[in-house]
């Protein structure tokens, strides 16, 4: 059994200014993505170049930033949201939804491909590999803030987190981090080294995040105030991530039926 290491979410503090762990968290993600990105982008007959690389990741931040804090006031909290709409600036706090986020840079990309001239699924393809990366850092930033964790268990790593209760849980952030953001990255990376057909590289990414993501709601706590959906097992995280799967199947199809 493990003691959760009890972290102060605040990184640095410079009088009133403070920088938080997780948004340090995110911008390592946005770096990453950005370094691995203009390293593809130099491949010869990528179709790319480092300005819009440099462009496409000013739109792929408001997305992320904008529908992640929208989505999780909408789908988490929408009482609250209600009652005070000035909690949707307050990202220190924490709480990004990762479907609301999809969302966001789902629209930013479609409104760059349209600007570049590319379609909506080369933008989609061309980045997919690299949203795992803000995926992982991301989930580390929930790690290091103490919430997500996951049911009570008796596993040898099971983790205790003295600011919830004395039970060991299963420490849910880091499986999220080692399945949503290491594994589903080595995948990505892997698969869309070689040209694929148009749309199997984002299928590829919506079925593999949906998946794992489905598979460790098993083991996270759901959400004190929103419990389980349905037959006393569905998560709010599940629903969200049942279409995921199938449309990733479906674009999958797609993109093999009309290469042949």
């Given amino acids: 059994m493990l003691i959760y290491p009890e972290i102060n979410p605040v990184a640095i503090a410079i009088g009133p200014i403070k920088i938080h762990w997780y948004g340090i968290m995110y911008l390592l993600g946005f770096l990453g993505g950005w370094t691995l990105a203009t390293y593809r982008s130099k491949r010869a007959n990528s179709g790319w170049h480092k300005t819009q690389i440099d462009d496409l990741l000013f739109y792929i931040v408001l997305g992320i930033i904008l529908g992640g804090r929208i989505g999780y006031m909408l789908f988490y909290h929408p009482t609250i949201l209600l009652e005070n709409p000035l909690k949707l600036l307050m990202i220190w706090q924490g709480g990004m939804s990762f479907h609301g986020g999809l969302i966001g840079v789902l629209i ?64 849910s952030q880091l499986y999220e981090a080692l399945l949503e953001g290491l594994v589903l990255f080595i995948i990505l990376w892997i698969y869309s080294r070689k040209p694929r057909p148009r749309m199997a590289v984002s299928g590829l990414f919506l079925l593999g995040y949906g998946c794992f993501r489905f598979a460790v709601e098993w083991a996270r706590q759901p959400d004190s105030h929103l419990g389980y959906l349905a037959f006393n097992w569905l998560t709010m995280g599940q629903a969200l991530s049942l279409p995921m799967i199938v449309i990733g199947i479906i674009l999958l199809g797609l993109a093999y039926i009309r290469k042949q």
């Fill in 108 to 171: 930013a990309m479609a409104l760059y491909a349209k600007k570049i001239n590319k379609t909506f699924f080369m933008v989609t393809d061309f980045i997919a590999p690299f949203v795992p990366i803000g995926l992982f850092t991301g989930r580390i930033g929930n790690f290091i803030n103490g919430e997500l964790w996951g049911h009570p268990t008796d596993l040898p790593w099971a983790m205790v987190f003295p600011h919830v209760d004395n039970l060991p849980r299963h420490p």
